[in-house]
């Protein structure tokens, strides 16, 4: 993987959203500083027990005290006061792949520390706790329009929040720009790898049945945090302890029932419920079918390469997982938004806007345009989006091309002159050190492919008058001069410019950075044709986006302001990555016509989908003696084993790994995944059948405890029998 290198061009990802705020309780990702505010009436009469200063509390202990976020792509719960978390399997998908090798194949067999000092420390990986959360709104409002006043403000703010490095502050916009808040976390680096089960538990059903229900995955793995003796961040080192925390979650053994209450707090990604019907039409009509395409290509050649190689599998597991993901996802996202037509469903909720907008004249005043101007900017994004789209899933879709970037920026140094000669030798002497890690799963035949099937696609799709030269140029030179048709001449440029690329090669690249020069780079095939569609992305395109986006952020910001107003109720903010809570009911659901879906499977399911040739479905043999035995301890349910099950809770991707609570405060399950007709959820909820499945804690402790013996990590928890 290609953990250094990180694409220099931001994906734009156009927003959708739907304005309709929840009916009941199973919609809403509410902030935990708001909650006593707006919910806890709600949250109670729905089954929470605790009370709200249980909930959060930044001066007490408190739930939130064991909810973390796991990098900055999933959530984590502390459950034991040793420092232990759990989260899923497909969140620790990457550190796990990181052990691996074929020698000591972790994806495939799991793995299980039976002691502290078989502990894996996983490099890079850090655990955020949220010491506190603080509106600044009100303070902003203050100083009115003058921007360069909220700015000063904010930095100052941040700057004190984070004691001179000692904590990581963060301010964050909600409702595209009407509220801002403050956010303090305090950042452990030293993290390990405490267990994980086999594949064919973690990730048992595979591509077949992620967003599907019913389920029958251990999606979970185990982590811990250590810090120093002061129990604060630190490095990793031998001498450092497992980190105390303020609160850590007991776990139920009580399991649930239909109709129980069950909340789910973490850091859910990105929502976007509050646009317009402008936006749905952009992402059915190009957004999301772009996006499909240059994915389900590399997709379709990472698949083959690992279907014929151990290493390769082992070594992009991660990557492709991560890919087919979000690529599944848009496939549902896409097929739900056109079953519901929810661009209808927007269309009807604006014009009923509208109408209620010019009953009054101050309000026909403020609102009574925005929609058509909203409109007229999306007109203007549909080519600019595409080409987004293109360039950071289609021309830089390799890693050889991200690589050609950093050389790329070397160039244009030492074509500023003399002077500029020793920060470039600077730069090359630090992307020396990290070679080996750069070129660790860098296969060439795999990543020429990828480049010639994309750049091609980039090629051809992109209408002609934005075309960079540097793609013209490939269909002239010389190289490709043989090729019938510009697919053949794309693959004929690619083979040469791959043989002779110092990015495509590791001892090519290590020759280069030891001595730097601009003529090397001059006759980089791959550097300068990357270099060249940057170059025009930067020149062309970026300075019509940004416009665009920030005039339709300010438009979008009025409409909202506008739909708080006419709704007149509490409104949640879209998801940010900030710590959020939802909470609602464990139910079953109907899908379709006919058909109902229960809210829990056990492990009978499992073994009713096994196919021994498919490795989707492989059940592990001591699963299954196991299962032959009953043998299931204190974790069975009426003589079975319950597996996962479903809540009507509100998550998205970011959520992954997030705890579902009872209404006690106890852990009863871990959230990995959404159902399919779920998929459009991150725009419109549909109460009926949005439903997020978890991973029963019963199924978790037994995996731990029965199938890994490892009953040393069960004896440090709180278990509720």
Known sequence: MLRKVSLLIVCLSLSIAFAQQPSNSTEGMWLPLKVQELN???????GLELPAKELYNESEPSVHDAIVQLGNFCTAEIISPEG????????????????????????TDGFWAMKRSEELPIDGLTISLLKRSEDLTERLNKLGTDAGARQRLIKDLTEKASEDGKYKAVVKEMFHGSETYLFVYEVYRDIRLVGAPPSSIGKYGGDTDNWMWPRHTGDFSLFRIYANANNEPADYSSTNQPYKPKHFLPISLNGVQEEDYAMVMGYPGSTDRYLTSHNVKMLLDQSNMDKYKLMGQKLDIMKEAMRKSDKVRIALASDYASLANYYKYLEGQTLMLNRYDIPAMKRQEEEQFMAWAKQDATRKDKYEGVLKEIENMHQQLYPIDRYVSYVNFGAFASQAALLSLQVGGMKQQLEAGPEAEERVKEAAAEMLTEIDEMYENFFPGIEEEIFATNMHSFYADIPEDMRPDALEDIMTSKKAKKGKTSEEKYKMWTAYAFNTSVVTDKERMRAFLQEPTLKAIEDDPIVNTMLGVYIYYLQNIRPQNQAIQGQLEALRMTYVQGLREWQDQPFYPDANSTMRVTYGKVLPYLPKDGVKFDYLT???????????????????????????????????MNGTLPVNFLTTNDITGGNSGSPVINGKGELIGCAFDGNWEAMASDIHVFSEVTRTIAV???????????????????????IVE
Do not use: W
Request: aromatic share 12%; with cysteine.
């Open 40 to 46: 806890y009436p709600q949250m109670k009469a729905a």
């Open 602 to 636: 056990t492990i009978k399911g499992i073994m009713e989908k096994e196919d021994p040739t498919n490795p989707e479905f492989v059940v592990p043999e001591k699963l299954k003696a196991l299962y032959a035995e009953g043998a299931y301890g204190r974790y069975e």
């Open 84 to 107: 232990l978390i759990l989260t899923n399997h497909h969140c620790g998908y990457d550190a796990i792949a990181s052990q691996s090798s074929e020698e000591n194949d972790y994806l």
């Open 696 to 718: 029963d804690a019963r199924y978790i402790l037994f995996i731990i405890d029965k199938f890994a013996g490892a009953g040393h990590l069960i004896d440090e928890m709180k």
